[in-house]
Nanobody, 122 residues
Framework: QVQLVESGGGLVQAGGSLRLSCAASGRDFSSYAMAWFRQAPGKERDFVATISRSGSSTYYAGSLKGRFTISRDNKNTVYLQMNLLKPEDTAVYYC????????????????WGQGTQVTVSS
């Protein structure tokens, strides 16, 4: 079992930055690849980024690469650094855990956080 708690969301102006954190509790955090997804009102939950169990490999949604950076530490936390934010980045951001790296669809992720709201004003 893994419990995930996101934090760091908020209101920011276009062009600004935010860093989201996802704190994991439970056993075997290092056994899980981690990912961030986001969901805007009325839309599906979309893949943002994922990081391997060791942290040595990452993968991003094409439109976000270069602005977003995913990382993880050895204290059970995964981060999402978001730069040059745009109004279209407004969404609830979720972290999720999976035994397999490079799973880009949300349906098979067993563990999810509650989400953190990111709002980017123009």
């Amino acid at each position: 079992q893994v419990q995930l708690v996101e934090s760091g969301g908020g209101l920011v102006q276009a062009g600004g930055s935010l860093r989201l954190s996802c704190a994991a509790s439970g056993r075997d955090f290092s056994s899980y690849a981690m990912a961030w997804f986001r969901q805007a009102p009325g839309k599906e939950r979309d893949f943002v980024a994922t990081i391997s169990r060791s942290g040595s490999s990452t993968y991003y949604a094409g439109s976000l690469k270069g602005r977003f950076t995913i990382s993880r530490d050895n204290k059970n936390t995964v981060y999402l650094q978001m730069n040059l934010l745009k109004p279209e980045d407004t969404a609830v951001y979720y972290c999720a855990a999976h035994r397999t790296f490079m799973v880009l669809t949300p349906h098979t992720y067993a563990y999810w956080g509650q989400g953190t709201q990111v709002t980017v004003s123009s």
